[in-house]
């Protein structure tokens, strides 16, 4: 088998996605995601320009020589928009592999090492009696794991609040707008917001919560310490990670479980992180990892200290980085959770696909390979728009962490 094709769509059903699509000569082909929030066309034009004429003639199942040629003998190594057009590839890759196999790429990757996967909703609300509806809501949908937040006090935006009364998408159509943030109002309020949880729900429920950069070690070492009395599952992102042993402080204060890795690139994002013990789960994806032939390694590095996996699960991964996720999730043995952001319904019709969630838990499906579908005359409905992220300035007007 040879790779005769290659080529990227972009597609904005809701929000802009990058999908590679790679053809062989025996008429199987595979999908790889490339959508980097925010920086979309640099992937596309990277992988267009510079990677896919590399692997036009290549053998689709040698994935690992593949990867490293693409990692190696780039020279420059590692940032987020190389790894996702190496995700790109890797996925798209594993995908033909199980399609030619006729099975799941789970079974390429070890097989079955549970039946299904435990999956947290986003729980949002303007202040907290609205969170807590929000929470019911999904308790009610069969969620048994809620990532929790509220608006704060005093704010006129909070990071993870829907604007309205549909799906929170933190990517803005034009260029960034900009929000408030403060600190102190902030670890004011989260610890009351947890509270309020808990006596509402008793101690059943699973509850997350996502600091999202915003804090020092020290700041979250104290937000860590106070929120112990209500038992979360974790809480991530609580500072930013470039300084790695910055986590030991947060450590040496608090027992409350640290996740942390939506944004890193390779295993050296979080090696310190991993084997020093300074987390408890590692939240790295397929496609901005550099697919699953990286990110196999990362969890296996990973379980020799007790770390487990929670990959990122937002609404800028397309349905072909989900599946891929969940397939990596049934895989592993240190699995831990999956986060699951509902993609809008255009969405999930230009990207049909065999993964579903019942019961709190979600499932990749039985198909060959990843079990998820490119329908590219729907996609050309949707053209690419302009779209950012936010950024955040504290109350004095000082730029911070999104």
Same mark, same amino acid.
């Given at each position: 088998?040879?790779?005769?094709?290659?080529?990227?769509?972009?597609?904005?059903?809701?929000?802009?996605?990058?999908?590679?699509?790679?053809?062989?000569?025996?008429?199987i082909f595979g999908l790889g995601d490339g959508t980097l929030n925010?920086?979309?066309?640099?992937?596309?034009?990277?992988?267009?320009?510079?990677?896919?004429?590399?692997?036009?003639?290549?053998?689709?199942?040698?994935?690992?020589?593949?990867?490293?040629?693409?990692?190696? *003998?780039?020279?420059?190594?590692?940032?987020?928009?190389? %790894?996702?057009?190496?995700?790109?590839?890797?996925?798209?890759? $594993?995908?033909?592999k199980g399609k030619a196999l006729n099975t799941p790429v789970y079974?390429?990757?070890?097989?079955?090492?549970?039946? /299904?996967?435990?999956?947290?909703?986003?729980?949002?609300?303007?202040?907290?009696?609205?969170?807590?509806?929000?929470?019911?809501?999904?308790?009610? %949908?069969?969620?048994?794991?809620?990532?929790?937040?509220?608006?704060?006090?005093?704010?006129? !935006?909070?990071?993870?609040?829907?604007? /309205? !009364?549909?799906?929170?998408?933190?990517?803005?159509?034009?260029?960034?707008?900009?929000?408030?943030?403060?600190?102190? %109002?902030?670890?004011?309020?989260?610890?009351?917001?947890?509270?309020?949880?808990?006596?509402?729900? /008793?101690?059943?429920? +699973?509850?997350?919560?996502?600091?999202?950069?915003?804090?020092?070690?020290?700041?979250? *070492?104290?937000? *860590?310490?106070?929120?112990?009395?209500?038992?979360?599952?974790?809480?991530?992102?609580? !500072?930013?990670?470039?300084?790695?042993?910055?986590?030991?402080?947060?450590?040496?204060?608090?027992?409350?479980p640290i996740a942390v890795g939506e944004v890193f690139n390779t295993? $050296?994002?979080?090696?310190?992180?991993?084997?020093?013990?300074?987390?408890?789960?590692?939240?790295?994806?397929?496609? +901005?990892?550099?697919? =699953?032939? +990286?990110?196999?390694?990362?969890?296996?590095?990973?379980?020799?200290?007790?770390?487990?996996?929670?990959?990122? *699960?937002?609404?800028? %991964?397309?349905?072909?980085?989900?599946?891929?996720?969940?397939?990596?999730?049934?895989?592993?043995?240190?699995?831990?959770?999956?986060?699951?952001?509902?993609?809008?319904?255009? !969405?999930?019709?230009?990207?049909?696909?065999?993964?579903?969630?019942?019961?709190?838990?979600?499932?990749?499906?039985?198909?060959?390979?990843?079990?998820?579908?490119?329908?590219?005359?729907?996609?050309?409905?949707?053209?690419?728009?302009?779209?950012?992220?936010?950024?955040?300035?504290? =109350?004095?007007?000082?730029?911070?962490?999104?």
């Amino acid at each position: 088998m040879k790779i005769t094709n290659a080529f990227v769509n972009i597609t904005s059903p809701g929000r802009n996605f990058v999908t590679l699509k790679i053809e062989t000569d025996e008429g199987i082909f595979g999908l790889g995601d490339g959508t980097l929030n925010g920086r979309e066309l640099a992937v596309a034009s990277y992988l267009t320009e510079h990677v896919l004429p590399c692997i036009i003639g290549r053998d689709p199942f040698q994935s690992e020589d593949i990867w490293q040629y693409l990692y190696r *003998g780039a020279y420059w190594r590692r940032g987020p928009v190389t %790894m996702a057009a190496i995700g790109a590839v890797d996925v798209a890759l $594993w995908d033909i592999k199980g399609k030619a196999l006729n099975t799941p790429v789970y079974n390429l990757l070890g097989g079955k090492s549970r039946d /299904g996967l435990l999956a947290y909703a986003h729980c949002t609300g303007k202040d907290i009696d609205h969170t807590l509806e929000d929470v019911a809501l999904h308790k009610e %949908m069969g969620f048994k794991a809620v990532r929790v937040q509220s608006g704060i006090p005093g704010l006129s !935006t909070t990071y993870g609040i829907a604007k /309205g !009364t549909g799906r929170y998408e933190p990517a803005e159509r034009g260029l960034p707008s900009e929000h408030q943030w403060s600190t102190e %109002m902030y670890l004011r309020h989260v610890p009351q917001l947890f509270a309020r949880v808990r006596e509402t729900f /008793g101690e059943e429920l +699973h509850l997350l919560h996502d600091c999202h950069h915003r804090l020092t070690p020290i700041e979250a *070492g104290r937000l *860590g310490k106070e929120l112990e009395p209500f038992h979360l599952f974790w809480m991530e992102d609580p !500072t930013p990670a470039e300084l790695q042993e910055g986590f030991k402080i947060i450590r040496q204060h608090t027992t409350t479980p640290i996740a942390v890795g939506e944004v890193f690139n390779t295993i $050296w994002d979080a090696h310190d992180l991993i084997r020093n013990q300074f987390i408890d789960y590692i939240r790295m994806t397929p496609v +901005h990892s550099g697919g =699953l032939t +990286h990110l196999k390694k990362v969890a296996d590095f990973a379980e020799l200290y007790h770390v487990r996996t929670g990959c990122h *699960g937002a609404t800028d %991964m397309s349905p072909v980085t989900i599946a891929a996720a969940l397939h990596f999730d049934t895989a592993v043995h240190n699995f831990g959770i999956q986060e699951l952001m509902p993609h809008t319904d255009e !969405t999930n019709a230009v990207f049909p696909h065999q993964y579903r969630f019942k019961d709190g838990m979600m499932f990749p499906g039985d198909a060959p390979g990843l079990g998820v579908d490119l329908d590219e005359a729907l996609a050309a409905k949707y053209p690419y728009l302009r779209a950012y992220l936010p950024i955040n300035r504290k =109350l004095d007007g000082t730029l911070t962490d999104w």
